[in-house]
């Protein structure tokens, strides 16, 4: 199914009639009763029937001293949007309340979050790093680049991810072996390699890339760069992925088989955040990754690319490809540097 390209931010502009009423107009917790209960209605996209769900939006938005329809196409793009934070055509009732609480939240100014990539040991001078691999780039250079974005403010939210995989994780080339039953038969796990691509057929039927062991959880090759500017635990974001053992996860948002989601585009919202502004590593997987989830969620996406560092040029010129579809913007950093 093709979901509609309307943005999370342009359909708060559906709602600007109904923030602008006076407060004692608005009854919030029927707002959030009415929103429960098609929650709990909208197992799957498909299976919901939209008259009920044009008729619950009416009684959302009508009160005694005021009454706010939506078109019949806005109600189709909202119902497109929710199909895009869906996980196997579930959506949580939390996932639905929360988008809701956005949309119509009586403040819609932009608000920035800087989501900094895996910008972890293993990736810059450890098992997995970048200067080993086809484009040979330095990631410690994103380092400095990286805590001046941090600190010149001009960010309101700062959120930091990690890989962070268990011992047994399928991705490590080492570990293959142990995940031979979910390994596609015409596959001789005996010859396999570093970097080979294989099909795992369970969770999910996936390709996935025979890694080294990296990023292994409380080791020193999953911790943060010594020189990055390290989270606020009171106020920054901190998103730990790649839990499962049976699949990946690039992005900073769902796994490979968007079979889990981690709280990222949760937390997001709740804090009202607008746009998002990648930086990290790898430039052409878990931060590309990231990028296309986050545009897909409806966030004003941006990769600021002198942030970032990758794998393979080809990959690279690939996502960029990706991006300028999906309108994420490549930026450099100083364009947004303040002086």
């Known amino acids: 199914m093709e979901h509609s390209s309307v943005s999370l931010r342009e359909i708060t502009g559906y709602f600007d009639f109904?923030?602008?009423?006076?407060?004692?107009?608005?009854?919030?917790?029927?707002?959030?009763?009415v929103f429960a209960t098609l929650a709990e209605s909208y197992k799957e996209y498909t299976t919901i029937p939209v008259e009920f769900f044009?008729?619950?939006?009416?009684?959302?938005?009508?009160?005694?001293?005021?009454?706010?329809?939506?078109?019949?196409?806005?109600?189709?793009?909202?119902?497109?949007?929710?199909?895009?934070s869906t996980v196997h055509g579930k959506l949580k009732e939390e996932?639905?309340?929360?988008?809701?609480?956005?949309?119509?939240?009586?403040?819609v100014s932009?608000?920035?979050?800087?989501?900094?990539?895996?910008?972890?040991?293993?990736f810059i001078s450890g098992s997995l790093r970048l200067d080993h691999c086809p484009a040979k780039e330095d990631a410690e250079e994103v380092v400095p680049v990286i805590n001046r974005l941090i600190d010149n403010g001009s960010f309101d939210i700062v959120a930091y991810t990690h890989d962070w995989h268990p011992a047994d994780h399928c991705s490590y080339l080492s570990n293959i072996k142990h995940h031979s039953a979910s390994v596609h038969s015409s596959v001789n796990i005996d010859k396999l390699n570093l970097f080979d691509l294989v099909t795992l057929t369970k969770p999910v039927e996936l390709k996935q890339v025979m890694w080294p062991d990296h990023c292994v959880q409380n080791s020193w090759g999953a911790e943060l760069?010594?020189?990055?500017?390290?989270?606020?635990?009171?106020?920054?974001i901190v998103?730990?992925?790649?839990?499962?053992?049976?699949?990946?996860?690039?992005?900073?948002?769902?796994?490979?088989?968007?079979?889990n989601q981690t709280d990222l585009f949760l937390k997001l919202l709740k804090r009202g955040v607008?746009?998002?502004?990648?930086?990290?590593?790898?430039?052409?997987?878990?931060?590309?990754?990231?990028?296309?989830?986050?545009?897909?969620?409806?966030?004003?996406?941006?990769?600021?690319?002198?942030a970032c560092r990758g794998v393979d040029l080809k990959s690279k010129e690939e996502m960029k490809s990706k991006f300028a579809k999906l309108d994420i913007e490549?930026?450099?950093?100083?364009?947004?540097?303040?002086?």
């Not at 109904?18 to 009763?33: P, Y």
């Not at 760069?225 to 920054?236: E, T």
């Not at 490549?330 to 002086?339: P, R």
Request: contains cysteine; glycine residues 2%.
């Open 239 to 259: 998103v730990y992925k790649g839990q499962c053992s049976d699949v990946d996860s690039y992005s900073a948002f769902f796994d490979n088989g968007k079979c």
């Open 18 to 33: 109904w923030r602008e009423v006076k407060q004692e107009c608005i009854n919030e917790n029927e707002l959030l009763k």
């Open 274 to 306: 607008t746009d998002v502004y990648m930086v990290g590593l790898a430039f052409d997987v878990c931060v590309a990754y990231s990028a296309i989830d986050a545009a897909h969620l409806g966030f004003n996406t941006t990769v600021i690319e002198d």
């Open 110 to 122: 932009s608000l920035k979050a800087l989501i900094i990539v895996d910008v972890q040991n293993d």
């Open 225 to 236: 760069h010594k020189d990055l500017r390290k989270p606020d635990y009171d106020k920054d």
């Open 330 to 339: 490549l930026l450099q950093f100083s364009a947004l540097i303040k002086n």
């Open 95 to 107: 996932n639905f309340v929360t988008i809701f609480q956005y949309w119509t939240r009586k403040c």
């Open 54 to 84: 044009s008729q619950s939006l009416k009684v959302a938005f009508t009160n005694e001293s005021v009454k706010y329809q939506l078109t019949r196409t806005q109600e189709k793009n909202i119902l497109d949007r929710l199909a895009t």
